[in-house]
């Protein structure tokens, strides 16, 4: 598929991995600017929802990131984003999405370099994997005698 | 009796229950009967689809449609009753959400005709005979209904006007929607006929604190019936569920499975469920965390038990399906 350009959504909370992104940025540390990124408060605002909306609003990859374990500014807000990543994985999978789409790290606030390297792989790693297209599109494309009003018998 | 009200019913992808369900308001049926004529009920009453297509256009006054919506037939029947009802109630969950039938929405066609005429080990079928669309028979051509890939919600196909949610629902809210139609006072177009909040609001177990150190299944464990079942490690998905039900599941010492959908404001039932659930485990290992979620069987299934179809995922992404679907485009 030539000229595709995945689409990467990733939220960052705002003390650690956002920052580490500003930080990437203000020392010039180049990654792909397919990281669209939406800024939370904390990972622990990160719902299931807003991931398989991403999805099926036609994100090909979606990047969770909060502080390390331990240094959540409230404490826990990253213990549980990180359980409902496990549990996204699992539901992820059962949806057909391969794993390498969906992504949760830890990245501090000076973890510049670490934020360049986790967006540049998870862009190629998707890159690779290709487009996945809107759900709406998907469905109608299985079921095109549903779409078109096709001949119905019975 | 010029003056009677005329009403439909009609079954799709489901299990029958929901016809049951309109003789639970047991002798309340006589009344029902008195205000009503029943001019379609595949399950009790005779009329045929020439029939309902001989009527005039909005001449039924409600139609009931419930079941899921897995092959044209129940397409085409529903937008049948749509043209010729001035209501169209979506009647249970499989109407609402696509309910038990969706969940083969984490499947495809092809695999579930696999499934049920070759894999199962109660099947026999050497000779490999599938259903077809179109049979030759010397007296003609024989045909079954297109099977779709995805099963759909009612509203998919038809505009409904009010939506009666449960697996099956309640005899008072079947009630509640019978006289609401026979005293013309209707509520807005779109209407949930149930509650607005979760079923916990009605839930009167104790609930304090919910920290779990596992999920247990209901059959595993003899639940504390004072207790709220998150608490005791048992999935109840009453949290993320519309009330309206009057926990009657809760009442007899069951978890709520979700039958009546998500509350308002809750766009995704199942991805609601899942982060209720994976937060609740009082352990900051992360190695502990992924075995335990990973012991749960069947985590999807669980979460999108009645809501596959009305979720914001929909279905699997099927990797043979997927060229025609990028060639699409």
Not at chain 1, 59 to 71: K, M, Q, T
Not at chain 2, 133 to 157: D, H, K
Not at chain 2, 198 to 211: I, L, P
Request: glycine share 8%; with cysteine; hydrophobic share 40%.
């Amino acid at each position: 598929m030539n000229g595709y350009e995945p689409k990467i959504v990733a939220f960052l909370c705002n003390w650690c991995s956002y920052t580490a992104a500003d930080t990437a940025g203000t020392a010039r540390r180049k990654y792909p600017a397919n990281v669209n990124v939406i800024r939370i408060m904390c990972t622990g605002r990160m719902e299931p929802t807003f991931v398989f909306k991403a999805f099926a609003e036609g994100a090909d990859g979606v990047l969770i990131s909060g502080c390390h374990p331990g240094e959540c500014h409230y404490l826990t807000g990253n213990y549980k984003a990180y359980k409902r990543s496990v549990g996204l994985e699992q539901v992820l999978s059962d949806f057909g999405i391969e794993p390498e789409r969906f992504k949760m790290t830890f990245i501090s606030a000076s973890e510049a370099d670490k934020f360049a390297s986790v967006a540049t792989e998870i862009t190629e790693t998707v890159r690779k994997l290709g487009p996945l297209g809107k759900v709406r599109d998907r469905v109608k494309s299985y079921d095109e005698v549903f779409v078109t009003g096709g001949e119905v018998s019975g | 009796m010029a003056d009677k009200l005329k009403f439909a019913f009609y079954w799709n992808a489901s299990c029958g229950g929901c016809e049951v369900a309109v003789l639970d308001i047991h002798e309340k049926i006589l009344d029902v009967a008195a205000i009503a004529d029943i001019l379609m009920w595949p399950v009790a009453m005779d009329f045929k689809e020439e029939d309902v297509e001989a009527l005039p256009d909005q001449h039924i006054d409600v139609a009931f449609i419930n079941g899921g919506i897995r092959n044209s037939e129940n397409k085409k029947m529903s937008q049948l009753l749509r043209q010729k009802s001035k209501y169209v109630v979506a009647f249970g969950a499989c109407a609402n959400f696509g309910g038990i039938p969706a969940l083969a929405n984490f499947h495809h066609k092809e695999s579930i005709f696999d499934r049920v005429y070759s894999e199962t080990p109660s099947t026999v079928n050497p000779e490999g005979v599938w259903p077809q669309e179109i049979t030759e028979v010397p007296e003609g051509e024989l045909s079954l209904p297109t099977f779709f890939n995805t099963v759909y919600m009612l509203a998919e196909v038809v505009d409904v006007d009010y939506y009666l949610p449960g697996c099956p629902p309640p005899p008072d809210l079947i009630l509640a929607a019978v006289e609401a139609i026979a005293s013309g006072n209707l509520p807005p177009r779109g209407t949930v006929i149930a509650g607005e909040k979760s079923v916990c609001h009605s839930c009167d177990r104790v609930k304090e604190e919910k920290k779990v150190t596992g999920f247990r299944r209901i059959h595993e464990v003899i639940p504390d019936p004072e207790r709220c079942f998150l608490e005791q490690g048992i999935i109840c998905a009453g949290s993320v569920t519309r009330d309206g039900c009057g926990t009657r599941c809760l009442n007899v010492d069951m978890p709520c499975r979700g039958c009546f959908g998500a509350p308002e404001g809750v766009i995704d039932q199942g991805a609601q469920l899942l982060s209720t659930l994976t937060t609740l485990l009082d352990t900051d290992d992360l190695e502990e965390v992924r075995s335990i979620i990973g012991s749960i069987p069947d985590l999807s299934g669980y979460l999108y038990r009645f809501t596959l179809s009305d979720s914001l995922m929909k279905r699997r992404i099927v990797a043979e399906l997927k060229d025609k679907e990028v060639a699409s485009h």
